[in-house]
């Protein structure tokens, strides 16, 4: 056996052990493993939002080693975190925004653009200098394309704007960090169809040039969805979003849309996590169980007010 089998059959050795689970660590080339039991989940328990520092690397999440998980804003990739209502998707991205918002605030080029139908998520952005680079509600299906075409002509402007010699834009107070934010994408994407199916494929055309050519310009996609449905986020715009965070799902196969490498055992207890807790695969890390910050929304609020841009 190495250490890959312990894991495989870790739900089935728990119960003999007397343990919750297994927290299994290859050593060498995987002949040796150390197997701690873990008498609790130890996501268990909810962790707040730290204030500050509002420099440095920005906090996603904690691992099941009680490490924080940590990305450079600047050089994140984009982003998708899926999850029912409840699951603790949303304060996720609360927690992400509010770290944007207060490092803008301190006077880092940073811009907050995006589309949100449910006028939630970006609202407190509403009475700062971001708000016109932002779509709130569904009423005017023309504004969401606008805000979007908006981005892209950005996004052929700093395109322009490359040095000759590089393959990345400096960022500078004309080309700020500029976090799109895409909330509840496939109902946006169903009621711009149920409205006007021209906007609709305006729209997707939009998203999809963000996706595949905006991070070298320093543009970064978050994508917030309940179910990444293949019909509505095809299989290119998926595979550009290298960082996927899977809170509670409703079935194995959302799980499996973002997360190809999780076992079924894995994908089927996911179905009842707890919320704030959720799968996470990025570039260069393999699939983990992470816990992710909790921020209440009335915090949110508070924190995001008068960013500036």
């Not at 420099?55 to 990305?71: F, K, M, N």
């Not at 949303?90 to 949100?116: M, N, T």
């Not at 019909?231 to 998926?238: P, S, W």
């Amino acid at each position: 056996m190495v250490a890959a089998d312990v894991r495989d059959l870790a739900d089935r050795l728990c119960p003999h052990l007397g343990c919750h689970s297994l927290r299994v660590e290859s050593r060498g080339h995987g002949a040796y493993a150390v197997i701690t039991l873990l008498a609790s989940d130890p996501l268990a328990g909810v962790y707040t939002l730290p204030r500050g520092p509002i420099t440095g690397p920005v906090l996603l999440a904690r691992d099941e080693e009680a490490q924080d998980v940590t990305a450079d804003l600047y050089t994140m990739p984009h982003t998708i975190a899926s999850g029912q209502t409840g699951s603790g998707k949303s304060s996720f991205g609360y927690s992400l925004l509010a770290q944007a918002a207060e490092r803008a605030k301190a006077g880092e080029p940073i811009r907050i653009a995006g589309v949100d139908p449910s006028s939630v998520t970006l609202r407190p952005f509403a009475g700062t200098a971001h708000a016109e680079h932002i779509s709130l509600g569904l009423k005017d299906p023309a504004r969401i394309e606008r805000t979007l075409d908006r981005l892209v002509t950005d996004l052929d402007n700093r395109l322009e704007a490359m040095p000759i010699a590089s393959d990345i834009l400096p960022i500078t107070d004309e080309h700020p960090l500029t976090l799109i934010v895409l909330e509840e994408w496939p109902a946006t994407l169903r009621a711009l169809d149920a409205l006007d199916k021209k906007v609709a494929a305006r729209v997707r055309g939009h998203v999809a040039r963000l996706l595949a050519e905006a991070r070298k310009v320093r543009m970064m996609v978050f994508m917030l969805v309940q179910r990444p449905e293949a019909n509505l986020i095809g299989g290119a715009e998926r595979a550009q979003l290298g960082l996927r965070l899977s809170f509670r799902s409703d079935s194995v196969e959302s799980v499996r849309l973002l997360h190809s490498d999780a076992d079924p055992a894995m994908a089927a207890g996911h179905s009842t996590a707890l919320p704030g807790v959720a799968l996470m695969s990025a570039v260069g890390r393999g699939l983990t169980r992470v816990r992710a910050p909790w921020l209440p929304y009335a915090d949110y609020v508070r924190r995001v007010g008068g960013a500036a841009a």
